[in-house]
């Protein structure tokens, strides 16, 4: 088979491209725009592969995308661009409304017309084409219950302009699939985390703030919860998911590790200060800041239908993935100093002041 993956110098995208050549024979191509997250030295691994190519191109050009498509005439699309931080949306917007509901319309529309012509000289691989939509469990809002847990069937509450766009994003691509017939899959997952992590996200800001002997920011109280899902986990859960899952399916990948955000800055501290010892302990960096607006309480995600019908489960537990985590950030201080040397400098955003 032949993927199209967009996004694919981003965190994500990157572990399931390395995924796919490295432990498959199908072929990759790579659709970025190289906007600030996307970072090619993440593919350094399997660039030289014969089986991957890589198309330096905007998913909101209409022109772009059909072309990618003709050039490479996919089996499978498993988009996965966007802008993804949710305090950048509280900055600004209007980045993610054009990305993330624009950029995915574009290529909804530009593989409908693929696979319509595949339908005319190929029905054999139009019937066997797939477009695979990763989202967020973010699309649900906040849980209740200290019990609850987000399932396929949750409705729709977002709170943020990420969640909003991600939300629309995915009422594009089921209208898609019910109007025009495109064979769909969709997926609702948990927090990331592990190597290539750019380091505006909690987990990467937190390492390297540590070592720097910065302040640790934590938003409010620290008592917001989230499943972690280590992003190997996650990659290998993608490519069941559109290989072996049932079209017009929606399914939720999450990694069974609900920790609030204060125990996994703590966690963080402990294993550095294991790992690299600092005189005076990493948990004294601790800081509180303002919450950031609109900012959801508890995220946690039922992924039984993943295990009961594609038979994924994740391998990591939290302390493991994390572990490995830490030690990948130790291990490559080049691939995020030279992150460091862009745009983004380690600020905290979207405290909205």
């Not at 996307?38 to 190519?53: D, H, I, T, W």
């Not at 950029?103 to 909804?108: A, E, N």
């Not at 709170?159 to 939300?167: E, F, G, H, I």
Request: aromatic share 10%; with cysteine; hydrophobic share 35%.
């Amino acid at each position: 088979m032949k993927f199209l993956i967009t996004g694919g110098a981003g965190f994500i995208g990157s572990a399931v491209v390395r995924y796919l050549i490295t432990h498959t024979d199908h072929d990759v191509v790579n659709v970025d725009a190289l906007t600030y997250a996307g970072n090619l030295e993440s593919l350094e691994a399997v660039a030289k592969s014969e089986r991957y190519f890589f198309a330096h191109a905007d998913i909101r050009n209409a022109n772009q995308m059909a072309e990618v498509f003709d050039a490479h005439a996919p089996d499978a699309v498993m988009h996965l661009a966007a802008e993804s931080h949710v305090d950048r949306s509280i900055d600004g917007p209007a980045e993610f409304i054009q990305t993330n509901i624009v950029g995915t319309y574009v290529l909804l529309e530009a593989a409908r017309d693929y696979w319509k012509q595949l339908q005319q000289s190929a029905p054999q691989r139009a019937a066997a084409f797939r477009f695979h939509h990763v989202s967020t469990d973010e699309v649900y809002g906040d849980l209740e219950g200290p019990e609850d847990l987000f399932t396929e069937e949750t409705p729709y509450a977002p709170s943020s302009p990420y969640s909003a766009s991600k939300a629309s994003s995915d009422h594009l691509v089921r209208a898609w699939y019910r109007t025009f017939g495109l064979p769909v899959l969709i997926t609702n997952c948990s927090n990331n985390y592990g190597p290539y992590h750019f380091p505006e996200k909690l987990i990467p800001l937190m390492i390297l703030n540590a070592l720097a002997g910065k302040p640790l920011p934590v938003y409010g109280d620290g008592q917001q919860v989230r499943d972690w899902l280590y992003v190997e986990d996650h990659a290998r859960a993608l490519v069941k998911v559109v290989t072996e899952g049932s079209v017009g399916e929606t399914y939720n990948i999450g990694g069974h590790n609900e920790k609030a955000n204060l125990d996994v800055v703590r966690t963080l501290c402990d294993l550095l200060q294991e790992l690299v010892p600092a005189e005076s302990p990493y948990r004294d960096l601790i800081t509180f800041v303002s919450d950031r607006p609109g900012h959801d309480q508890r995220y946690a995600i039922d992924a039984g239908k993943m295990t009961r019908e594609l038979g994924w489960s994740p391998e990591e537990t939290f302390e493991t993935g994390l572990r490995k985590t830490v030690q990948w950030y130790l291990e490559n201080r080049g691939w995020w100093q030279r992150v460091q040397d862009g745009s983004y400098q380690g600020q905290r955003l979207g405290v909205n002041q």
